[in-house]
């Protein structure tokens, strides 16, 4: 039931307006259509949050130069599509219209198809490694069970990893996590506060985002050249470290989270030296690594760590390469930060589950890091599955074929990602617009695809993405439909 009174913010009638912009598309005809297409974009653009209240109709009806018939007209469209809630004597606000999501009808009677999450299933041997586990517990069970650290074992291994990637790196410099992102948590909280800026790359990791906003840190974009004949603008962050003097940084230089773009070692050697000039700390999201379809992984450019010694806390997680429902990460840092962020650590938890730790330590025990070979061997032809369905289904689409990683990252012929996102749940498909993993919203023109599910299931995706596309492209009140 919707609370009697919203929880956020109101927004005025001529701040709304200023918004919204040009909102009409269709002429006369077409305008409530068109202006529910305009808030719904201002929704998931993340520029009206959950809860603000709007304007009443006759403050918005003037702001807009419209007639309060076109605004209730408007207002109906947006509250069947669960973009507003409505009640007598409240208002109207915004409401999450994924509320309705579970009664939507798939067409042709299929599945709701995930292509929001670049996360691939299990691997072979995992049953297997849960059957190891059981009996390796027996070790842990006399003792009390916290590892603020994580098992000696297992670190072990993760900085044995890491010394064969170039960086030589010993089990205190290791500190288990629940994951890479509760890493990047756990180092925020620790060396930014309230008002501080955050470096980030733009496109970049939407959760990082709302991590530091979380923070009430402020991030502050450096661009990428999506098309990767650039890639990484070296002096762009030079000259953002200098103007923003930000306290941290958060990059993702292996197959970077949207683009799939990766940065060499002499653009890592460069972004070091940067670093060390400005003495920013900067965590590296190194969640990607092992996931090159080109390569060895131990061939690929040393850790940034190598060019910028302390100054870099490298954080990674078996959750793309392995499994997302291990739930483990890890932190690489100097010792002494690790003893600083093991202290921090007690104010949010106590340390990872030890059996998922265990049945993580069996499966680099059974063949180490040699089983991901046949997991990139299988993404590489579901990449190239991708590649070829979205060439055959959507050709004006453009993309620079990714090394390694997990999804494409696609330009569209036109700045429609969020309504091709809302356009596609009623088609059965769930994607991520272009907007989410832009620091300010935006980037319209791109959407970001994964190819971890199977090559038939992407075939499908495609060609319901392709409906879904035909149904928007140069024509605003296709969002009329219900949504999903």
Same mark, same amino acid.
Request: charged content about 20%.
């Given at each position: 039931?919707?609370?009697?009174?919203?929880l956020?913010?109101?927004i005025s009638?001529?701040?709304?307006a200023?918004?919204?912009g040009?909102?009409r598309q269709?002429?006369?005809r077409?305008?409530?259509?068109?202006?529910a297409?305009?808030?719904e974009?201002q929704?998931?653009?993340?520029?009206l949050?959950l809860?603000?209240?709007?304007p009443?109709e006759?403050e918005l009806?003037?702001?807009?130069?419209a007639?309060?018939?076109?605004?209730?007209a408007a207002?109906d469209?947006?509250?069947?599509?669960g973009?507003?809630?409505?009640?007598?004597?409240a208002g109207?606000w915004i409401?999450a219209?994924?509320?309705?999501?579970r009664?939507?009808?798939?067409p042709?009677g299929?599945?709701l198809?995930?292509f929001?999450?670049?996360s691939?299933?299990?691997?072979?041997?995992?049953?297997?490694?849960?059957d190891?586990a059981?009996?390796?517990?027996v070790d842990?069970?006399?003792?009390?069970?916290y590892q603020?650290?994580?098992l000696?074992?297992?670190?072990?291994k993760?900085a044995?990893?890491y010394?064969?990637?170039?960086?030589?790196t010993t089990?205190a410099q290791?500190?288990?996590?629940n994951?890479?992102?509760h890493?990047?948590?756990l180092t925020?909280?620790?060396?930014t506060?309230?008002?501080?800026?955050v470096l980030?790359?733009?496109?970049?990791?939407p959760?990082?985002?709302?991590?530091?906003?979380?923070?009430?840190?402020?991030p502050?974009p450096?661009?990428?050249d999506p098309?990767?004949?650039?890639?990484?603008?070296?002096?762009?962050v030079d000259a953002?470290l200098?103007?923003a003097?930000p306290?941290?940084?958060?990059?993702?230089v292996?197959f970077?989270?949207?683009?799939?773009?990766r940065l060499d070692?002499?653009?890592?050697?460069?972004l !070091?030296?940067? #670093?060390?000039?400005a003495r920013?700390?900067? $965590?590296?999201?190194?969640t990607? *690594?092992e996931l090159d379809?080109? @390569?060895?992984?131990?061939?690929?450019?040393p850790?940034?760590a190598a060019?910028a010694g302390?100054?870099?806390?490298?954080?990674?997680?078996?959750?793309k390469?392995?499994?997302?429902?291990?739930r483990?990460g890890?932190?690489?840092?100097?010792e002494d930060?690790l003893g600083?962020?093991?202290s921090?650590?007690?104010?949010?938890d106590l340390g990872?589950?030890?059996?998922?730790q265990?049945?993580?330590?069996?499966?680099?025990?059974?063949?180490g890091?040699?089983a991901l070979?046949?997991r990139?061997?299988e993404?590489?032809g579901?990449?190239?599955?991708?590649?070829?369905?979205?060439a055959q289904h959507?050709?004006?689409w453009?993309?620079?074929?990714p090394?390694? !990683?997990?999804s #494409?990252w696609c330009?569209?012929?036109?700045? $429609?990602s969020?309504?091709?996102a *809302?356009?596609a749940a009623?088609h @059965?498909?769930?994607?991520a617009?272009?907007?989410?993993f832009g620091?300010?919203g935006?980037?319209?023109?791109?959407i970001?695809?994964?190819?971890?599910?199977?090559?038939?299931?992407?075939?499908?995706a495609i060609r319901r993405?392709?409906a879904?596309?035909?149904?928007?492209?140069?024509?605003?009140?296709?969002l009329d439909?219900?949504i999903?």
């Amino acid at each position: 039931m919707e609370p009697l009174i919203p929880l956020g913010g109101r927004i005025s009638g001529p701040r709304l307006a200023i918004m919204l912009g040009s909102w009409r598309q269709g002429g006369s005809r077409q305008g409530a259509a068109d202006l529910a297409a305009a808030i719904e974009l201002q929704v998931l653009d993340g520029q009206l949050p959950l809860g603000t209240r709007l304007p009443a109709e006759r403050e918005l009806a003037d702001a807009l130069g419209a007639s309060r018939t076109l605004i209730g007209a408007a207002l109906d469209r947006l509250r069947e599509n669960g973009f507003v809630a409505s009640r007598r004597g409240a208002g109207s606000w915004i409401t999450a219209p994924g509320r309705r999501r579970r009664d939507t009808v798939v067409p042709d009677g299929g599945d709701l198809i995930d292509f929001a999450h670049a996360s691939p299933a299990a691997p072979p041997g995992m049953v297997a490694a849960v059957d190891a586990a059981r009996c390796a517990l027996v070790d842990h069970l006399g003792q009390h069970g916290y590892q603020e650290r994580g098992l000696l074992g297992l670190r072990e291994k993760i900085a044995r990893r890491y010394t064969e990637r170039g960086l030589p790196t010993t089990a205190a410099q290791i500190m288990v996590t629940n994951g890479a992102h509760h890493a990047f948590v756990l180092t925020l909280r620790m060396l930014t506060g309230p008002g501080d800026r955050v470096l980030v790359e733009q496109p970049t990791y939407p959760n990082a985002l709302e991590a530091i906003r979380a923070a009430h840190a402020i991030p502050v974009p450096v661009a990428l050249d999506p098309t990767g004949a650039r890639g990484w603008d070296i002096a762009g962050v030079d000259a953002a470290l200098r103007q923003a003097s930000p306290r941290l940084a958060y990059l993702v230089v292996d197959f970077q989270n949207p683009t799939g773009l990766r940065l060499d070692a002499e653009g890592r050697e460069r972004l !070091g030296a940067v #670093l060390a000039r400005a003495r920013t700390p900067v $965590v590296v999201d190194e969640t990607l *690594v092992e996931l090159d379809l080109e @390569g060895d992984p131990l061939n690929g450019p040393p850790p940034l760590a190598a060019f910028a010694g302390d100054l870099v806390i490298c954080v990674g997680s078996a959750s793309k390469s392995h499994w997302g429902g291990l739930r483990l990460g890890w932190i690489r840092a100097s010792e002494d930060l690790l003893g600083r962020l093991v202290s921090a650590r007690y104010a949010v938890d106590l340390g990872s589950p030890v059996f998922e730790q265990v049945v993580f330590s069996e499966l680099l025990e059974a063949d180490g890091w040699a089983a991901l070979a046949r997991r990139r061997e299988e993404l590489r032809g579901h990449r190239d599955a991708l590649a070829d369905a979205v060439a055959q289904h959507l050709p004006d689409w453009t993309f620079t074929l990714p090394k390694g !990683g997990l999804s #494409l990252w696609c330009r569209l012929p036109e700045p $429609v990602s969020s309504r091709l996102a *809302v356009a596609a749940a009623s088609h @059965g498909i769930q994607v991520a617009p272009g907007s989410r993993f832009g620091v300010h919203g935006g980037l319209e023109r791109w959407i970001r695809l994964p190819f971890a599910l199977p090559p038939e299931k992407i075939q499908e995706a495609i060609r319901r993405l392709s409906a879904a596309e035909a149904s928007v492209r140069g024509t605003p009140a296709s969002l009329d439909a219900p949504i999903a």
